[in-house]
């Protein structure tokens, strides 16, 4: 019988503690039924969004009403996979909770630390004069805009053969937009970072919309219908810049 050395390494395998970069997953009510859909009205446009993250599910927010809540984990895994999300974990959950997780093969994990909001800077009221020596004009009022919908923040790359729209909203990406990649939105279009895909902004004909880049190296630009590709090269002015 072979008896292995103390202090002697494995050939085979090493085991060491690690850190992975994981999305938490704060669930607000135990209805999957609600869940998908608004899963749906977020992330419908795009599919692609996530690209199988681990996942941690959080059922703090639960506690407080719903905590004796029972949760079908293997709908809610499936329902999370079907968005190209791996949950691996739960945390935060009742004894019972916790114990329906483990059935569905979840590991039990400390909650996350999520980053706080800065709470918002205050700045002192300006002092109004004591005696004005005159009143200002009053301006003529104007009639109030229509608000737009919120812009649609992409803050990955966006990675070949994959297409991102921002249907009635401005898009804005913070990381590349690789070759082969198409970005397309209603309105703007604005790259924090290379844009060396496809962009198309003012889709349904806006020609007051515009595409904004930090480093501009597209395959393709269209502006509502009016296109130009690489083998038309930009301005210098413009190219790279």
């Given at each position: 019988m072979s008896v292995a050395l103390a202090g002697q390494a494995p050939v085979t395998f090493e085991i060491k503690s690690a850190s992975l970069p994981v999305v938490a997953l704060l669930l607000k009510s135990p209805d999957l039924g609600q869940l998908e859909t608004e899963l749906e009205a977020r992330f419908?446009?795009?599919p692609d969004f996530f690209d199988h993250d681990p996942l941690v599910i959080d059922l703090s927010p639960l506690q407080a009403e719903?905590?004796?809540a029972?949760?079908?984990f293997g709908a809610l895994n499936t329902l999370l996979r079907a968005r190209r999300l791996s949950p691996m974990a739960v945390c935060g959950g009742s004894a019972g909770q916790m114990a329906a997780a483990a059935e569905a093969g979840l590991a039990a994990t400390p909650e996350p630390v999520l980053p706080r909001r800065r709470a918002p800077e205050t700045t002192a009221p300006e002092r109004e004069p004591a005696e004005p020596a005159q009143a200002a004009p009053q301006p003529t009022?104007?009639?109030a805009?229509?608000?737009l919908p919120s812009a649609l923040v992409i803050d990955r790359p966006v990675r070949s053969g994959q297409q991102i729209y921002a249907r009635g909203r401005?898009?804005?990406?913070?990381?590349m937009v690789?070759?082969?990649a198409e970005v397309i939105a209603d309105g703007h279009i604005h790259?924090?970072?290379p844009l060396r895909g496809r962009a198309i902004a003012g889709a349904r004909g806006d020609t007051s919309a515009r595409i904004f880049a930090l480093d501009m190296q597209p395959e393709l630009i269209s502006i509502a219908g009016v296109y130009r590709t690489s083998e038309t090269p930009l301005a210098p002015e413009v190219w790279r810049r």
């Open positions: 419908g446009d795009i719903h905590a004796e029972a949760i079908d009022p104007v009639a805009h229509q608000e401005d898009l804005v990406v913070l990381a690789n070759p082969g790259v924090y970072a």
